[in-house]
């Protein structure tokens, strides 16, 4: 048999493979399209150019690297994940430019630990069954709101020297707060940040509106991964509002989409990753000391702990970002032109928000049934490192989930 004629057979294995997995249900369709690529060698390269271009599909429904990955991680299994990796690896080798985003998120990929094969050392039948399984996600992805441009498109890649120099004060600033054993040394350091960070926003609003650059909200997505995904969702959601954003949260794939100008959607980033480390943390150690009390609620104790901690930094995130805006305002040039740049911005994101997701509304969720778990939350959220806000009241927190 000739190459071509070879490829060819090929290639109708692959196509009868994948009709026996869509058109059979459970397992029966993976097990007889796994039994069809086994016995046929010539069918790799033609398999694998498929899943090639069913990431390729993924990109043009709105899918990024990290959603992707994120979503195979949580439902698949390693070897699935190792193959999705080599798959987004390779598509993406065929553009010479991506937006900042698209390149991180393949940096972050690459930089993954573990062999790059996902069908090393397995059988045939049983690397077969891997590649369907993960096939069927891709396949299966329904069409989600874009936050970017598909990768081929034209982008505008930012000055190659960097990012700015606060934005890199700040992440040094969270990540010295992480790692330090001093609360109060912490408290300063993250407090500083949240400094920065709404000082570098008003500044960057100010400047956007005296050289009139037209600058426009875009978005990003930011996982919510379980357990406990919905007082982590809310978290996200008291971040984005103080950092003048908006979030979205679509409980179903785990992430939210948040939406506001780029370096706000900066400081979101760094701000929830870091108070996010900070808040688990805190609740390791307050779940040790109610173990060693003898009590075992340890799923009602943590669910609690940590909406009181997205509620309690919330209250103050929001109030941190209200007292940066009155001294910006209260400075000799600042004021006068202020307040209208930045109710002009939120308008701007409210509308984005809007055109994106027409049909969300905001919900409250009622989560938090353990009293000592509260108590614990509000106690590390006032020891968050951030600026002080008002007391803590009701138990619900503010979220938009996905419609």
């Known amino acids: 048999m000739s190459d071509a004629s070879g490829a060819d057979a090929g290639s109708r294995t692959v196509e009868r493979a ?49 959603d992707v990955v994120r979503l195979v991680r949580r439902d698949l299994g390693v070897p699935h994940l ?18 900042p985003r698209w390149a991180a998120q393949l940096a972050e990929l690459a930089a993954e630990p573990g062999p790059r094969s996902g069908a090393a050392g397995t059988d045939r039948f049983s690397a077969a069954t891997t590649v369907l399984e993960l096939y069927v996600l891709l396949i299966r992805l329904p069409a989600v ?94 971040v984005a509002s103080a950092n003048r954003c908006r979030a979205v949260w679509n409980s179903a794939y785990g ?8 370096p706000d959607l900066e400081a979101v980033e760094l701000l929830h990753t870091s108070l996010l480390v900070q808040g688990t943390a805190a609740m390791t150690r307050a779940e040790a000391g109610q173990r060693a009390a003898g009590r075992k609620r340890t799923k009602t104790f943590r669910q609690s702990f940590l909406m009181a901690y997205a509620h309690r930094v919330g209250e103050r995130l929001a109030t941190a970002t209200e007292q940066a805006t009155e001294q910006a305002t209260g400075q000799d040039g600042a004021g006068g032109g202020l307040l209208p740049v930045l109710a002009a911005r939120d308008m701007a994101v409210t509308d984005r928000t809007d055109r994106m997701f027409p049909e969300t509304v905001a919900t409250r969720v009622r989560g938090a049934t353990d009293a000592e778990g509260w108590h614990h939350g509000i106690s590390a959220a006032d020891a968050a490192r951030v600026p002080g806000g008002p007391a803590a009241g009701d138990r619900r927190g503010r979220i938009r989930p996905a419609g």
């Open 145 to 238: 709101e874009p936050v970017g441009p598909v990768p081929g498109t034209p982008v505008h890649l930012p000055p190659a020297d960097g990012e700015p120099r606060m934005l890199s004060r700040i992440r040094a600033l969270l990540a010295k707060a992480e790692a330090t054993g001093y609360p109060q040394e912490a408290e300063a350091l993250t407090a500083k940040a949240q400094e920065l960070m709404a000082r570098h926003s008003i500044d960057e609003a100010l400047l956007a509106d005296r050289t009139h650059r037209g600058d426009v909200p875009g978005a990003c997505r930011i996982g919510v991964d379980a357990p406990y995904e919905t007082a982590k969702a809310i978290l996200l959601d008291a």
């Open 18 to 66: 994948l009709a026996a997995v869509l058109s059979m249900d459970g397992g029966d369709g993976i097990d007889t399209g796994a039994s069809l690529l086994a016995a046929d060698p010539a069918a790799d390269a033609g398999l694998r150019r498929r899943g090639e271009q069913f990431i390729r599909l993924a990109w043009e429904r709105g899918w990024q690297p990290a």
């Open 255 to 262: 992430f939210s989409t948040v939406v506001g100008f780029e």
């Open 82 to 99: 190792r193959l999705v990796a080599e798959l987004i690896t390779a598509e993406a080798r065929r553009y010479e430019r991506l937006a």
